[in-house]
Structure formats: structure tokens, C-alpha cells
């Protein structure tokens, strides 16, 4: 059974930075790929960022790109994200997804194990 557990997040000031960790348990990260997706109050789950077993990073949210970096420690089997520049507007609950199963990296639908999340706030 795989067991995804996210930490990391919590309450920071605009401007402020963070970093969310997503421990694996019972998959081997070695040939996974990885997602974070959030879920802002009264929205939807979108997606973020993932990155491939090869390592390669693919954007979902063109307002993240330059300010969140994904990436995965395969030695550890775990993945990380690291946050900077946040924003109000980055206030959300945020997953990590492992196992891609579809062709897509954006539906729910395309990821096979999912965390519980962990929230992130950021005050103006």
C-alpha cells in the first residue's frame, strides 16, 4: 500500500517562502513522476507543477513559474517544493500526486496515490 504524507506548510507573509515535503511510502520514487496540485478556497484542484521519473519539470501555472521549483530526492523517496515571492493569491491546500497512470499530468485523474494535503496561508 503507498502512503503519501505532506508537511511543511503553514502561515507566512507575502514576499515569504516555504517548503513542502511529500514522503513516500511503499513506491519507489526512482521511477515515478510527481505532482503538486492545490485547491484554493471555493476552487477546484488544479495542478501546479510535476516532474517526470527522468526528472523533467512541466508547469501547469504560468503565475508559478520562476517562483516554485519541484523537485524529488529518489535516495530519500521524497519530493519536494520549494516556494518564493508567495502570494495571497498562493493561499490554498496543496497535495503531491505519485504513480502518473494517464496520459495527461493535469486531471486527477492521471495520478494514482495522493497525500491529505497540507495548507498554506499568506497574508498581504
Known amino acids: 500500500q503507498v502512503h503519501l504524507v505532506e508537511s511543511g506548510g503553514g502561515s507566512v507573509q507575502a514576499g515569504g517562502s516555504l517548503r513542502l515535503s511529500c514522503e513516500v511510502a511503499?513506491?519507489?520514487?526512482?521511477?515515478?513522476?510527481v505532482a503538486w496540485f492545490r485547491r484554493a478556497p471555493g476552487k477546484e484542484r488544479e495542478g501546479v507543477v510535476a516532474?517526470?521519473?527522468?526528472?523533467?519539470?512541466?508547469y501547469n501555472l504560468e503565475s508559478v513559474k520562476g517562483r516554485f521549483t519541484i523537485s524529488k530526492d529518489n535516495a530519500k523517496n521524497a519530493a519536494y517544493l520549494d516556494m518564493n515571492g508567495l502570494k495571497p493569491e498562493d493561499t490554498a491546500m496543496y497535495y503531491c500526486?505519485?504513480?502518473?497512470?494517464?496520459?495527461?499530468?493535469?486531471?486527477?485523474?492521471?495520478?494514482?496515490?495522493w497525500g491529505q494535503g497540507t495548507q498554506v496561508t499568506v497574508s498581504s
Open positions: 500526486a505519485v504513480s502518473r497512470q494517464g496520459a495527461g499530468f493535469w486531471s486527477e485523474a492521471d495520478w494514482r496515490y
Open positions: 511503499g513506491d519507489t520514487l526512482s521511477w515515478n513522476s
Open positions: 516532474i517526470t521519473h527522468l526528472g523533467a519539470t512541466t
